[in-house]
Structure formats: structure tokens, C-alpha cells
């Protein structure tokens, strides 16, 4: 399974982009890709190289390789080269995040950097975000959860665009949004659900049977839960914190992605395949 998402990919795959045509057309023999890279410009050759990229993420190359990811790693490591500078000859991540700031931020989002130079993990491999994202999108799609998909796409958009207090307002607004539509999955109760927000997380600690758990102290009512506690972490002042960084909303992606997942995968236990 590739280890890079879909926008890494396509990040990575623009940066090819501004090779020459002969320079993408040996790229693309180099890897097998002579016969998807065609068409009558750069930018036809490059995405469809993307295009073939994101619809086969399994696909090996003569080495036994995840294709995907030999790919994205030829191209970072150009990048790189092109972050060297001076005498002797240094990399400066300063340079690389200036220059090639949609596909660092992509590689953050991934869990990786190349703050020292080499692509190493930032979390471990088990936490795989690229096949988390994946996961919440399907879950989302079988359950018709439009609303908060629309909020989570929107908080990776504005991320990939360096926009750290929208992308963070999204991430919030996903997991409130989520939060409030599994409500509306469990019975309803007399009266009619509460309102949405704060209420009908309460609500979905004290339903029968609760969604949270309290033994593993979830929710306590006291503030001190670990969602209570989680919603206060994504929006310590407001929904636009004006202390927000690239590395903080990154944070904030990477928590409501792998929470989401766990809520979406929790809702299917308790409800079923759709």
C-alpha cells in the first residue's frame, strides 16, 4: 500500500511539471510509465502519471516496490538537492518549505518530514494517515455523512493552502458536525434530540447504551474526559486561535483524523453496515 496520500501525490507529481518534456518522458521510462505519461503537454503527462498513481496505490514495480511511493520519493529527492545550498554544501529546510510548500505540507499531513534532509516518519508506520483518510472518506460516503465530509475536505483544502485558523476551524466544525449526526443514529428519544453541539455529546454519554464510554473515562461530565478534554485542545480560543502554526493545525489534522476514524468505525459497531 502506498504511503503517500492522493494530494502528496498530485503535489509531487506538479513539482515533475516543471521538468522539459524529455526530461518527463525519461522520468516516466525510468518508471515503467511510458505508456500512462502521454499527452500533448507537460501538465497532460504529469497528471496523468498522478491519475495512475492514485487509482492503483498496490501496484509494485520490477523491484518489488510500491510503485506510488518510488515515484513520490524520486521526485522528493530532486527537491531536496534543489534545498542544498552554500559551501560546503547544506540543506536548508527553510528553502525546501519555501519552495516546495504544498508538498512539505502534504509529507506533514502524511506523517513525515525532511527536516534534516532524508524523508524519515514523524509517527509511527502503524498509524498509516494516508489509509486513515481513506477510511473515514468511505465511512463517511456508506453512511451519508455529506456535511461533516464537506467540513473535513474543506480543513485539508485550506491546509494544503497554508491556511492554518480555516483549516482549524474545519477540523473542529468536522468532529462537532460528526458528532451530531451520529446522535441522530440512535433512537430517538422522547421530546425529540437535543440541540446540536455541546448538548447532544452530553446526550450521547447517557443514552442507552452509551456511545461513550466512561470506563474508559470518555466522557465525565465534569470536564474532564477525554472528549471533553479533546474539545477544548481543538479550540483553546475559539475556532480561530490566533496561535495556530503549520505545526500545530497539523497537529489538529492528524488528531481529529485518527479520533474521526475511531468514532466512524464505533458507529458502524453499533449501528451496522448501512
Same mark, same amino acid.
Given at each position: 500500500?502506498?504511503?503517500?496520500?492522493?494530494?502528496?501525490?498530485?503535489?509531487?507529481?506538479?513539482?515533475?511539471?516543471?521538468?522539459?518534456?524529455?526530461?518527463?518522458?525519461?522520468?516516466?521510462?525510468?518508471?515503467?510509465?511510458?505508456?500512462?505519461?502521454?499527452?500533448?503537454?507537460?501538465?497532460?503527462?504529469?497528471?496523468?502519471?498522478?491519475?495512475?498513481?492514485?487509482?492503483?496505490?498496490?501496484?509494485?514495480?520490477?523491484?518489488?516496490?510500491?510503485?506510488?511511493?518510488?515515484?513520490?520519493?524520486?521526485?522528493?529527492?530532486?527537491?531536496?538537492?534543489?534545498?542544498?545550498?552554500?559551501?560546503?554544501?547544506?540543506?536548508?529546510?527553510?528553502?525546501?518549505?519555501?519552495?516546495?510548500?504544498?508538498?512539505?505540507?502534504?509529507?506533514?499531513?502524511?506523517?513525515?518530514?525532511?527536516?534534516?534532509?532524508?524523508?524519515?516518519?514523524?509517527?509511527?508506520?502503524?498509524?498509516?494517515?494516508?489509509?486513515? +483518510?481513506?477510511?473515514?472518506?468511505?465511512?463517511?460516503?456508506?453512511?451519508?455523512?455529506?456535511?461533516?465530509?464537506?467540513?473535513?475536505?474543506?480543513?485539508?483544502?485550506?491546509?494544503?493552502?497554508?491556511?492554518?485558523?480555516?483549516?482549524?476551524?474545519?477540523?473542529?466544525?468536522?468532529? +462537532?458536525?460528526?458528532?451530531?449526526?451520529?446522535?441522530?443514529?440512535?433512537?430517538?428519544?422522547?421530546?425529540?434530540?437535543?440541540?446540536?453541539?455541546?448538548?447532544?455529546?452530553?446526550?450521547?454519554?447517557?443514552?442507552?447504551?452509551?456511545?461513550?464510554?466512561?470506563?474508559?473515562?470518555?466522557?465525565?461530565?465534569?470536564?474532564?474526559?477525554?472528549?471533553?478534554?479533546?474539545?477544548?485542545?481543538?479550540?483553546?480560543?475559539?475556532?480561530?486561535?490566533?496561535?495556530?502554526?503549520? +505545526?500545530?493545525?497539523?497537529?489538529?489534522?492528524?488528531?481529529?483524523?485518527?479520533?474521526?476514524?475511531?468514532?466512524?468505525?464505533?458507529?458502524?459497531?453499533?449501528?451496522?453496515?448501512?
Amino acid at each position: 500500500m502506498a504511503q503517500f496520500s492522493r494530494r502528496t501525490i498530485l503535489s509531487a507529481t506538479d513539482i515533475l511539471a516543471d521538468r522539459t518534456n524529455s526530461e518527463i518522458d525519461r522520468f516516466a521510462l525510468e518508471h515503467g510509465l511510458e505508456s500512462v505519461a502521454v499527452g500533448p503537454s507537460k501538465a497532460d503527462k504529469t497528471n496523468a502519471i498522478g491519475h495512475y498513481l492514485i487509482k492503483n496505490p498496490l501496484l509494485n514495480n520490477e523491484y518489488e516496490e510500491n510503485l506510488s511511493d518510488a515515484v513520490i520519493i524520486a521526485i522528493l529527492g530532486r527537491a531536496i538537492e534543489r534545498s542544498f545550498s552554500g559551501y560546503p554544501s547544506v540543506f536548508s529546510f527553510t528553502d525546501f518549505q519555501s519552495h516546495f510548500a504544498v508538498l512539505n505540507r502534504g509529507l506533514e499531513r502524511d506523517g513525515f518530514t525532511v527536516e534534516d534532509g532524508t524523508l524519515r516518519r514523524t509517527l509511527p508506520g502503524i498509524v498509516d494517515l494516508p489509509s486513515a +483518510e481513506d477510511e473515514v472518506h468511505l465511512l463517511l460516503d456508506r453512511f451519508g455523512l455529506q456535511v461533516p465530509g464537506v467540513h473535513l475536505d474543506q480543513g485539508i483544502s485550506a491546509h494544503v493552502r497554508g491556511q492554518w485558523p480555516g483549516a482549524n476551524a474545519q477540523f473542529r466544525t468536522f468532529i +462537532e458536525s460528526l458528532l451530531d449526526e451520529i446522535a441522530l443514529r440512535a433512537p430517538a428519544p422522547t421530546g425529540g434530540y437535543p440541540p446540536t453541539g455541546h448538548a447532544r455529546r452530553q446526550w450521547l454519554a447517557n443514552v442507552t447504551p452509551p456511545f461513550f464510554i466512561a470506563e474508559l473515562n470518555e466522557w465525565s461530565h465534569d470536564g474532564k474526559g477525554f472528549f471533553e478534554a479533546f474539545f477544548r485542545r481543538l479550540c483553546p480560543e475559539g475556532s480561530h486561535p490566533g496561535l495556530s502554526n503549520e +505545526e500545530d493545525s497539523t497537529f489538529r489534522f492528524h488528531l481529529v483524523l485518527l479520533v474521526g476514524r475511531h468514532l466512524l468505525r464505533r458507529l458502524q459497531a453499533m449501528v451496522g453496515r448501512p
